[in-house]
């Protein structure tokens, strides 16, 4: 009995997260209350306290759990940089902007966490969102330096400004892709400025 009851606690806790991850994506964190997420998991109140402490707890929980597309792309192509780290650069580049087209959660995530500017309910999850942010530079800084010892890169390219160009240009298609309704989100336009981009990298 008692394996169930913690089963059953996991299930309550998992879906109080999918449902205030759907509801603070759609309405925004200000507009949606606890009890109005507990009511929609059909729980009580006094049950979403005894997961989380307050919305505070319960965002910071929610951005442990959300998963990101970034650093699975980084870890998927950071072997492949050894013998082309330029292709690598863009598989990864394109590898992130699939994730985001094809699965909604990622697109949550990143309404609910990552637009900008950030909303003020966020203020305690400021410094874990900017190392998120940072965490990408440094991936794309990774692929970037290889293709410079490789001699992939044009001469006059200087490698830290670029890596920040480049995370800047794909949180923005990010953003626009994870703002459009599920029937107009595509790949095509984004993965044509990629291709713009990193011909205008190499040698």
């Not at 940072?134 to 010892?149: C, E, G, N, P, T």
């Amino acid at each position: 009995m008692a394996r169930r009851t913690k089963e059953e606690a996991a299930q309550t806790r998992e879906a109080l997260l999918m449902m205030a991850m759907q509801l603070y994506a759609e309405q925004g964190i200000h507009a949606v209350s606890l009890k109005q997420i507990a009511a929609a998991c059909e729980v009580t109140h006094g049950a979403l306290y005894w997961h989380f402490r307050n919305r505070d707890d319960l965002l910071q929980q929610l951005y442990l759990a959300a998963e990101k597309p970034y650093e699975t792309q980084y870890i998927e192509q950071r072997q492949s940089a050894k013998q082309d780290p330029l292709q690598a650069l863009h598989d990864y580049l394109v590898g992130v902007i699939n994730a985001y087209v094809n699965h909604a959660h990622f697109c949550q995530t990143y309404r609910l966490f990552l637009t900008r500017p950030r909303v003020p309910e966020l203020a305690n999850l400021a410094e874990q969102i900017d190392e998120s942010h940072l965490s990408v530079v440094d991936q794309i800084h990774y692929f970037l330096k290889q293709a410079k010892k490789k001699k992939q890169l044009r001469k006059k390219i200087s490698i830290k400004p670029a890596a920040k160009v480049l995370a800047d240009v794909l949180d923005s298609l990010v953003q626009s892709i994870a703002f459009s309704s599920s029937d107009q989100r595509s790949s095509t336009e984004a993965l044509l400025l990629i291709g713009i981009l990193m011909d205008g990298l190499g040698e």
